[in-house]
């Protein structure tokens, strides 16, 4: 069974310079709990185009609804330019990749 989450961009901020912290929030997550570790598929569109990046879970704050993910940004032109172009709001698809 595939676990999917409609969620918003609430933010990020740069870890180093290979890396990104993605905040996402939404109630589809309620009732959910993403473990640490796991890997989720991020649906994303930036410029009508339709883009999809690898990231693992860093935290979830079940009180907040709140998914904190990492993303990989090194030697990906795409995700460096969707991390600067993103605003808070913004519609994104994150999928359960593994368990």
């Known amino acids: 069974m595939t ?3 409609r969620l918003l961009f609430a933010g ?10 993605l905040r996402l929030v939404g109630e589809s997550l309620e009732g959910r ?3 640490a ?16 990046f690898l990231c693992r879970v860093e935290h979830f704050d079940a009180s ?3 998914l904190d993910l990492i993303l990989p940004i090194v ?12 605003a808070i709001g913004d519609h994104v698809v994150a999928e359960l990749v593994s368990e």
């Open 33 to 35: 709990i993403p473990k």
């Open 3 to 5: 676990s999917t989450w």
């Open 64 to 66: 907040e609804l709140r």
């Open 75 to 86: 030697g990906d032109a795409a995700a460096v330019g969707w991390v600067q172009a993103a």
């Open 12 to 21: 990020g901020e740069p870890i180093d310079e290979t890396r990104r912290r």
């Open 37 to 52: 570790g796991r890997r989720i598929a991020l649906l994303v569109s930036k410029g009508g185009a339709g883009l999809k």
